[in-house]
């Protein structure tokens, strides 16, 4: 993949929702190259445009893709020394124990791990859902006025996860949700960075997605696009125990996935796929009953709405520590989004 090196900066780059100014600023970095210009709204979003041949009387497509991802926040300090948190966004405590962590202060991390009471020392070995009191976070250091001089109430927490590479274009990271997508959209801007265009192309890099699509609202409001289309991860369900009449037949390294869905306008779906069909890429169907989760929820009611799209990449084992993503999958939804901005 061309734009192998930002996959492997940006993914390790901390952007728990309502801390995506480190994403923020290296985003801006990559794209002012292929935009005329850059602005960010009041609470952190990056909007990033390209205009068309005649600005005034062209359409405007806005693209969206969160740059914010689930982590945890610093809410006290023990007097021993230890770290309480609390979760940004949907963590699942059930895989923190034993993790390695990054807090991050100002431009410091400090290390540390997630230490839990051993299952040995659990009354018959219980193995009950955990509450967050149940955890904590060690640093290596026992005294609470030392710790202090470290890290502060409210800084914010995320897994320590390096990059790997794995066989068939696939990588494992924290946070494929949604580096993966604004990787996609980076790439989709490098592809069309030389076509004279008919119509406005905006690109939003969002904030606090993971919290309640905040960042897709104030986005919204100030573009007023004409189209908007969303790109963000879908489950895959090519592993044990997924109930795939349930959630659909999604797999890694098979294309995008091009939903239908209530909050989708049917002929913007119709036309990735048509697209999809045209390039000779695969793509992959997907059932969404009532909303799809993603920022497309907040940007089709917001003002007078707009018309909707969805393209997402298949990610294993989302909202855990470690997720699975295929850069060939990137790749793709990147081509087919840069067609569809070359024929409106």
């Known amino acids: ?28 970095e990559y794209v002012t190259n292929y935009v005329d210009s850059i602005a960010e709204d009041a609470i952190g979003n990056l909007i990033c445009t390209k205009y068309g041949k ?14 914010d991802e689930i982590g945890m926040m610093v809410t006290y300090i ?15 405590l059930m895989l923190l124990k034993g993790r390695n962590v990054k807090i991050i202060h100002g431009d410091k991390e400090i290390l540390g791990v997630i230490g839990a009471t051993p299952i040995h020392m659990r ?44 066989p068939n274009q696939l990588i494992s990271s924290r946070a494929c949700d949604n580096k993966a997508g604004v990787v996609s959209l980076i790439r989709m801007l490098d592809l069309i960075k ?10 939003v890099f969002s904030v606090q997605e993971e919290v309640g699509l905040r960042g897709a609202k104030t986005a919204t409001y100030s573009v007023s696009p004409d189209v908007c289309i969303a790109v963000d991860v879908a489950h895959a369900t090519d592993y044990p125990t997924v109930n795939k009449s349930k959630y659909g037949d999604v797999r890694i390294g098979r294309g995008p996935v091009i939903p239908a869905g209530s909050d989708l306008t049917p002929c913007i779906q119709k036309e990735l796929k048509k697209i999809s069909q ?17 920022d497309i929820n907040a940007v089709q009611v917001t003002k007078a709405g707009c018309a909707t799209g969805l393209i997402s990449i298949p990610c294993r084992y989302m909202h855990s520590p470690v997720e699975v993503v295929s850069l ?3 790749e793709n939804v990147a081509q087919i989004l840069a067609e569809f901005c070359r024929q409106k």
């Open 1 to 28: 993949m061309k734009f192998l090196g930002i996959v492997k900066s940006l993914f390790q780059l901390a952007s728990p929702s309502g801390y995506e100014e480190t994403i923020a600023k290296a985003l801006k």
């Open 328 to 330: 060939s999958d990137i």
């Open 278 to 294: 045209s390039l000779g890429l695969d793509y992959q169907l997907l059932a969404l009953s009532g909303c799809s989760g993603t």
């Open 123 to 166: 009354r018959n070995g219980n193995n009950k859902d955990l509450e967050e009191s149940d955890l904590w976070i060690d640093i290596g250091i026992t005294d609470k006025e030392e710790v202090e001089r470290l890290i502060s109430i409210g800084d914010c927490i995320v897994i320590d996860a390096p990059l790997v590479d794995l």
């Open 78 to 92: 023990e007097e021993s020394g230890y770290i309480r948190f609390t979760r940004i966004g949907g963590v699942d």
């Open 54 to 67: 005649d600005p005034q009387t062209n359409k405007t497509i806005m693209l969206v893709a969160h740059m």
């Open 194 to 203: 030389d076509d004279a265009l008919g119509n406005n192309i905006v690109v």
